[in-house]
């Protein structure tokens, strides 16, 4: 049986299974026949939100020429860094844990300094 976050992590990974489709103009018995699944298969894990299978999962991605985690993080999760960021975090990498801490105090008071409280 599956739990609340099973059943939600599978509405999620539907919702964009679905927008994709959206994006491409297909139907649900367009991607099943592509997918070699059945459409009954597909509207289950529409409406009873389980869990679908890695091999489902892989072959809905490969029918919408998509990547796999494509379906599993959303675009809006994702965060684009710019130059400046990438090199930040790059270096950010290369200190120790105390170093680190250090950093982060002396940005928050950078911070609190710039702000007109």
């Not at 993080?73 to 400046?84: C, F, G, S, V, Y």
Request: overall charge neutral; hydrophobic content about 40%; some cysteine.
């Amino acid at each position: 049986m599956n739990n609340i976050n099973d059943k939600n992590e599978s509405k999620l990974i539907y919702e964009r299974v679905d927008k994709t489709m959206k994006r491409q103009g297909t139907t649900i018995y367009a991607l099943a026949l592509k997918a070699e699944v059945s459409h009954a298969t597909i509207y289950k894990w529409r409406d009873t939100h389980s869990m679908p299978s890695i091999h489902l999962l892989k072959n809905i991605c490969r029918a919408l020429d998509i990547k796999f985690q494509d379906i599993l993080i959303d675009d809006d999760q994702l965060i684009h860094l710019d130059e400046n960021e990438k090199e930040f975090f790059a270096e950010w990498r290369k200190l120790e844990q105390g170093q680190k801490l250090a950093l982060m105090e002396a940005m928050k008071s950078m911070i609190k300094g710039f702000s007109k409280d």
